[in-house]
């Protein structure tokens, strides 16, 4: 039974260790921008708007379409609404219509010799050039009402074609302008995406690193209290001590306790906060790379700002905003301009009236210009020219406001980097003479010099100089982290 137990054991130990992961910072990273949502969202966007420039490109090409309609329409058409008589005359030798005297009914009378005049139904004479209603016709041709109908109860028409662009103002090239300037904003929102997660991910990497150490400095501390109990409960046995010094040292016990009880419950929040950045099981135990917070001072900035603000995907997006206002300006300035395209189709229809009317298929070609002059719109396109033009000048106003605050962002991340390096020196110095003074409290205390009290106040020296070196330490990585997210470089 005791082997099995044993074994067992052995094999629980085994699982949790390797179950425990070692993670650099690295890692971390890697990990979280292989699970972050928000990163693959902006990865879909610059797909949107990638495939939208290629579409923005397609309307310099020509647009073909094929276009078919059908009707049923109630009634023919009839040129005719009755009968008609065309009267029958003659060709003359000019090639006008007109008539010889056997082809009428009116009588003629001589009005002048040799010169003969048809006479109307009161019987006077006319000129039939000039009053040709009155003339009297012999013969006429019948004229049917049914032959001048057409079928157009079925009528199927289609075509194909195409429109070409030739000059637009501009509009096209602007667009496509938009179309390339939304591609590259959508790049740099995909990169302050980034950036922001790395802040996170980083600020939750320390933020464990700092509470792993202080919970460590809290097990120190609770030992040296509980060393501390044990030696005053003998020094009470042997008459040295009172009960209210063992009393004293049991509350600083208590609240040691209680504070790494805290320690110990903020360290497993944190780690599943950053188990939640990086996409691991909240509940998986993890272990960082380093957790031992070795010393490191960063050397004083140096930058140009003129790179700072090229490195910023706030200026990045900040630009291109820019050139899609000026674009949209250019847009509402081209409609002031006359548009051009070349047109081609060809047009086929049933029923068709190319030779004769017919009830069959039949089509033909065209090819055209077409031309379109912008007269008078009340306004419309000036108003809307100044519009723009007063959305492009929000925008400059915006880049030089963002410029200003970068340089005041990053001016002050470096003097928060030469205040944490002289913290850090400093907490270093504390935390040496503390170490010291402890060593010398507690010899003294051994040989009866000084109280628990002043033992314990020695401790607590101890103990809040280990814990601002854990805190400048932290502050070290964090300001150089804050430095590297106002430089823009995050991503080195």
């Known amino acids: 039974m005791k082997r099995i137990t044993t074994v067992l054991v052995t094999i629980v130990l085994t699982s949790t260790l390797f179950s425990q992961e070692r993670l650099t910072i690295e890692q971390c990273r890697k990990m979280a921008l292989e699970h972050n949502k928000s990163l693959l969202i902006s990865q879909e966007k610059i797909k949107v708007a990638t495939e939208l420039k290629k579409a923005a490109f397609t309307q310099f090409l020509p647009n073909f379409s094929a276009n078919a309609t059908y009707f049923w329409n109630e009634k023919n058409l009839s040129l005719l609404h009755e009968d008609g008589l065309l009267p029958i005359g003659t060709k003359m030798a000019d090639g006008s219509f007109g008539f010889r005297q056997d082809q009428v009914k009116n009588q003629w009378v001589q009005v002048s010799p040799g010169i003969y005049a048809p006479l109307d139904s009161d019987g006077k004479p006319f000129d039939p050039k000039v009053n040709p209603e009155k003339i009297i016709w012999k013969d006429y041709a019948l004229l049917p009402k049914e032959a001048m109908e057409f079928e157009t109860k079925h009528v199927f028409a289609g075509g194909i074609g195409f429109m070409q662009p030739i000059f637009l103002g501009g509009k096209i090239r602007e667009l496509y302008n938009i179309a390339k300037s939304g591609e590259k904003l959508a790049e740099a929102q995909h990169e302050d995406e980034l950036n922001t997660l790395l802040l996170e991910v980083d600020e939750a990497y320390w933020r464990v690193v700092s509470i792993y150490n202080k919970k460590k400095l809290a097990e120190e501390y609770v030992k040296l209290l509980k060393k501390l109990e044990k030696n005053v409960e003998n020094m009470i046995e042997e008459g040295v001590a009172t009960k209210g010094d063992a009393l004293r040292v049991k509350v600083k016990l208590n609240e040691a306790e209680m504070s790494l009880t805290k320690a110990d419950n903020g360290l497993k929040l944190s780690k599943m906060a950053l188990c939640q950045l990086c996409g691991i099981e909240l509940q998986q135990e993890v272990e960082l790379a380093d957790n031992d917070l070795s010393q490191k001072e960063i050397a004083e900035p140096v930058f140009d700002i003129n790179a700072v603000w090229a490195a910023r995907p706030e200026m990045k997006s900040l630009e291109q905003l820019n050139k899609m206002a000026a674009s949209n300006v250019k847009i509402m300035a081209s409609r002031f301009m006359p548009n051009i395209a070349l047109t081609g189709n060809y047009i086929v229809s049933n029923p068709n009236s190319f030779n004769g009317y017919s009830n069959s298929f039949a089509g033909m070609f065209t090819v ?32 030089e406001e963002a410029k200003e605050k970068i340089q005041l962002q990053v001016t002050q991340a470096g003097f928060k980097i030469s205040e944490a390096n002289k913290k850090n020196a400093a907490a270093l110095k504390n935390m040496e003479k503390a170490d010291e003074n402890l060593r010398f409290a507690n010899e003294a205390f051994d040989a009866g010099v000084i109280t628990s009290s002043d033992l314990m106040e020695a401790q607590t020296a101890w103990l809040s100089a280990n814990s601002e070196r854990i805190d400048a330490g932290i502050d070290v990585r964090l300001c150089e982290l804050y430095l590297n997210k106002a430089k823009g470089k995050m991503v080195q």
């Open 368 to 399: 055209g210009v077409v031309l379109n002059v912008p007269i008078f719109h009340f306004g419309d396109k000036i108003h809307t020219l100044r519009a723009a033009k007063s959305q492009q000048k929000i925008v400059s106003y915006k880049i």
